[in-house]
């Protein structure tokens, strides 16, 4: 096995959800303004979600435009690159991985303190993001790898983890 192993971004999904976002925040706002009350509040409620994903994206996109990876696996543990906030987990502190929760195409790390992966304290723009994401999830948003932002398929990325965490034991 390798010292490392890194894994991608794909670009044209992180451009297809912007374009998504963009177009999300034009239907929010055009209804906004010619909807009733409580169509309002409801499209505040998404045009903020809205734009936490579409900042995240952004984000991305400049990672993926400077040639920065996703993912990167190594000896130590798996680093996620492709949050707002880089996050580093130990192969000792990993359990196990898992799919289908609400998100269907995320894997979610699960550790052995997921309260330590939990965004408590807004500090800055980046820290702001990773606390809303966290009030939107029950899951902490640290411990989520998105695989439609990632230029590998699901089972793919699943069996390279499982292999990574054996033999890192």
Not at 109 to 137: E, G, R
């Amino acid at each position: 096995m390798k010292d490392t192993a890194e894994i991608s971004f794909k670009k044209s999904n992180i451009i297809i959800s912007i374009l998504l976002c963009v177009l999300g925040l034009g239907a929010s706002i055009f209804l906004l303004f010619h909807a009733y009350l409580p169509a309002k509040i409801i499209c505040l409620a998404g045009i903020i979600l809205l734009l936490v994903i579409l900042s995240e994206r952004i984000l991305q996109l400049k990672k993926s435009i400077k040639g920065e990876v996703a993912l990167k696996l190594s000896k130590e543990g798996l680093i996620n690159f492709m949050l707002v906030k880089t996050v580093s987990i130990p192969w000792n502190e990993i359990e196990d991985f898992h799919t289908g929760f609400y998100r269907t195409d995320s894997i979610l790390v699960i550790v052995s303190n997921p309260a330590q992966y939990k965004t408590t304290a807004i500090k800055d723009y980046v820290s702001l993001i990773a606390y809303l994401n966290d009030i939107f999830s029950s899951k902490p948003y640290l411990l989520w790898i998105d695989i439609d932002m990632l230029d590998i398929k699901q089972a793919e990325l699943l069996e390279i983890l499982q292999q990574w965490k054996l033999h890192s034991a």
